[in-house]
């Protein structure tokens, strides 16, 4: 199963030039990477990303990440995947840019 992951383009270079990451500043705070499954990523952009246009979405093999990732209740009582491990840039599968287009992000067609 993919999961998501929502970045700026400042983190988004951070992770390419350092590696790894602890996340965006709510990672930091709370502990842990915060992913999204296909179904909440758009729901997750409209919350936590709105009007911003230079987000680059993540994808991760939930698998490859062993016990560090947790599913955990989360926005109206759903589970979310939380990562309480570094973030690697080899954890990744693949980037894609997030454009806003008319104030609503264009999520990859090929999201599973």
Do not use: C, N
């Amino acid at each position: 199963m993919l999961i998501y992951k929502i970045f700026r383009a400042e983190e988004w270079a951070a992770l390419q030039a350092d590696g790894e990451t602890r996340g965006a500043p709510v990672d930091l705070a709370d502990g842990f990477v915060h992913f999204s499954t296909a179904e909440q990523a758009a729901e997750t952009a409209a919350k936590h990303f709105s009007g911003a246009d230079d987000l680059i979405l993540l994808a991760i093999d939930a698998d490859a990440l062993g016990d560090a990732l947790k599913w955990e209740v989360s926005r109206g009582g759903a589970l979310f995947p939380h990562l309480y491990r570094v973030l690697r840039l080899s954890d990744m599968l693949w980037a894609k840019p997030l454009p806003l287009v008319d104030g609503t992000h264009q999520f990859p067609k090929d999201m599973a």
